[in-house]
């Protein structure tokens, strides 16, 4: 594992009963936090809450559930995000999550995507609080998981200091008392979803400034979170912090955060131990049709910064994608970056000895 910070001190055992569910968690990625790699980064953190990419209603409801809805057993503790507008499909939908054995079920009102505007949900739905608040009222009717919302600050120029907390008082009194906030607003139009990433500026204040006014509000802080140390310090403010993509570009960060958030043991010591676990995953789901490169290329990142690291990304990118390939690769993998000591015989200038010992 990685060296713990020496400025950071692990979260005391005693306190982990108190601590939030969403003390830390994994953000919903479209096209990356499919079950692959949710099982993957799995093995970094027991502890970390692990989300879904959105799925929206229509999908679940007209689509093939089971490739939406299934995941290892393993993932826990998992959450399943939505993407809608209308209260009673939402409603089906968290019931069918519950069925499905999901820990929570969170409704996206964060996303700027065209689709996503297109059809009327996402980022959009932050003109619309009290929409949003029916949404929740007939999902919490439908389940009995926790419903959280992940928004953003603001949209366009709705962006002033009120905006915020009036979106969000009536989908508290609707029940909600978990949000996630990525602490910028969402334009509409004229930045891409991976620019809504980026160039909106980041307003923690305006975050902190809401879970003050509502410490009865569960604050789960989004956005520009790099490492375990920078949100661990949020900590002290904020019930939770989420982070996206530094987690999924340097997965083995992970590694850090159940002694430092849980005061739980780390689940495992190398990277090494990462790769002969998911070996056994790949071998499995590969036998069962699923291609080896679905799976390694959530993996690539792994051996970030260190030495081999891009013969690791060559070796498991360019390979996995061979229909020949199979878990065998990671054997190759460990080879490459775990090479065992040489085994090379030795000779004495003894004869004898070297035919007793050939």
């Known amino acids: ?27 919903p ?22 989300y879904t990419e959105m799925v929206t209603t229509g999908a679940l409801l007209h689509g093939d559930v089971a490739r939406h809805l ?3 057993p393993d993932e826990h503790p998992l959450a399943l995000q939505l993407g809608g507008s209308d209260p009673v ?20 009102c964060g996303c700027p995507s065209d689709r996503v505007q ?11 609080p009290r929409r949003v608040a029916d949404c929740v009222a007939a999902m919490r009717a439908a389940c009995s998981l926790p419903v959280t919302v992940k928004c953003r600050i603001g949209v366009d120029d709705c962006d002033d200091d009120t905006f915020l907390d009036a979106f969000i008082a009536p989908i508290a009194d609707a029940g909600c008392d978990v949000f996630i906030i990525h ?34 509000l569960h604050i789960v802080l989004n956005g520009g979170l790099a490492t375990v140390a920078e949100a661990t310090e949020q900590l002290a403010v904020f019930d939770g912090v989420m982070l996206g993509r530094a987690a999924y570009d340097n997965p083995w960060l992970l590694a850090d955060v159940d002694p430092l958030c849980f005061g739980a043991p780390a689940p495992v010591r190398s990277r090494c131990e990462v790769l002969e676990r998911m070996r056994d995953y790949i071998a499995q789901s590969h036998a069962e049709g699923t291609p080896v490169a679905a799976i390694t290329r959530h993996m690539l990142g792994l051996y970030r910064g260190q030495p081999r690291g891009r013969a690791f990304r060559r070796l498991l990118g360019e390979s996995a994608r061979a229909p020949e390939t199979t878990a065998a690769l990671i054997d190759d993998a460990i080879a490459l970056l775990h090479p065992k000591p040489s085994t090379a015989q030795t000779f004495s200038a003894d004869p004898q000895e070297n035919k007793a010992t050939a």
């Not at 979260?11 to 994994?26: G, I, K, L, N, Q």
């Not at 479209?30 to 027991?46: A, E, G, P, V, Y």
């Not at 975050?207 to 509502?214: F, I």
């Open 1 to 27: 594992m990685t060296p713990t910070p020496t400025a950071l001190q692990p979260h005391p055992a005693t306190e982990r009963a108190e601590a939030s569910a969403w003390r830390f968690c994994v953000a």
């Open 29 to 50: 990625m479209m096209d990356w936090t499919d079950r692959h790699c949710r099982f993957f980064l799995r093995q970094m953190s027991r502890h970390t809450r692990l």
């Open 183 to 216: 602490a910028r607003k969402a334009w509409l139009q004229g930045l891409s979803p991976k620019e809504n990433r980026e160039v909106p500026p980041l307003n923690y204040a305006r975050v902190r400034e809401l879970k003050q006014a509502r410490p009865d």
């Open 89 to 108: 499909a939402l409603a089906q939908c968290a019931r069918m999550a519950e069925d499905w054995g999901y820990d929570e079920v969170n409704l996206n």
């Open 118 to 128: 297109g059809g009327g949900f996402g980022a959009c739905l932050m003109r619309e």
């Open 70 to 72: 299934d995941y290892h």
